[in-house]
């Protein structure tokens, strides 16, 4: 409720436009631990909107919702980390982050761990999985991923390309699987 009270503030929905009480309404939200409040709050911080700039404190509420595996907040985190803003320059942990919120299926994680394989930041460098993760980006609407795809192809045998596309159908059969198994969500009583 305090998170969608602070988006009301935001827009002036139903409220006097307000963003003051915005941000307000919205910290409370993630001292309280939900982590989408944790994630938009983080990012404030990173940009200087509605707060002081301060990437150190950014980085601690992006990592907050991370930690609850709030994906959006992952890449983010990741990016922080591969940037060293707010964080110490890890390429490492940037990975480990991206890693995180590509395996969630964040088409934009996706394309940027592909990118960490093609250059061999945080990870060694390995054409095979970047191709891997460009196509498993690309079918989820990348378009920069499918011109990274593109790129990198032009360098890769046939042997890698097929090493690349069996790594492709793991992850899907993995998330098929996954996602087939899942327990359904509670059904709202009438």
């Given amino acids: 409720a305090q998170y969608s009270l602070g988006r009301m503030y935001l827009r002036g929905d139903g409220v006097d436009k307000d963003e003051k009480q915005a941000v307000n309404w919205i ?4 001292e309280g631990g939900l982590p989408v409040a944790q994630a938009e709050y983080g990012m404030r911080f990173i940009k200087g909107d ?3 700039q301060d990437a150190a404190e950014g980085a601690k509420w992006l990592q907050r919702a991370a930690e609850q595996g ?3 907040s992952q890449m983010n985190l990741g990016l922080l980390y591969l940037q060293g803003q707010g964080v110490e ?4 942990e940037a990975a480990r982050w991206c890693m ?6 964040l088409a934009s994680a996706q394309e940027k761990l592909g990118l960490m394989y ?3 930041r945080g990870v060694q460098k390995d054409p ?7 196509v498993i980006a690309e079918s989820r609407g990348s378009s920069r991923a499918a011109e990274r795809r593109t790129n990198i192809e032009a360098d ?4 890698q390309k097929h090493a690349s596309d069996v790594q492709v159908a793991h992850w899907q059969d993995r998330h098929q699987h996954a996602a087939a198994t899942a327990p359904a969500a509670p059904r709202k009583s009438e």
């Fill in 27 to 30: 910290h409370m939200a993630a």
């Fill in 50 to 52: 509605g707060v002081s």
């Fill in 70 to 72: 709030h994906a959006v």
């Fill in 89 to 92: 320059k890890n390429e490492a």
């Fill in 100 to 105: 995180m919120a590509a395996e969630q299926g």
């Fill in 118 to 120: 093609e250059l061999g």
């Fill in 128 to 134: 095979v999985a970047a191709r891997a993760w460009y």
């Fill in 156 to 159: 890769m045998s046939d042997d």
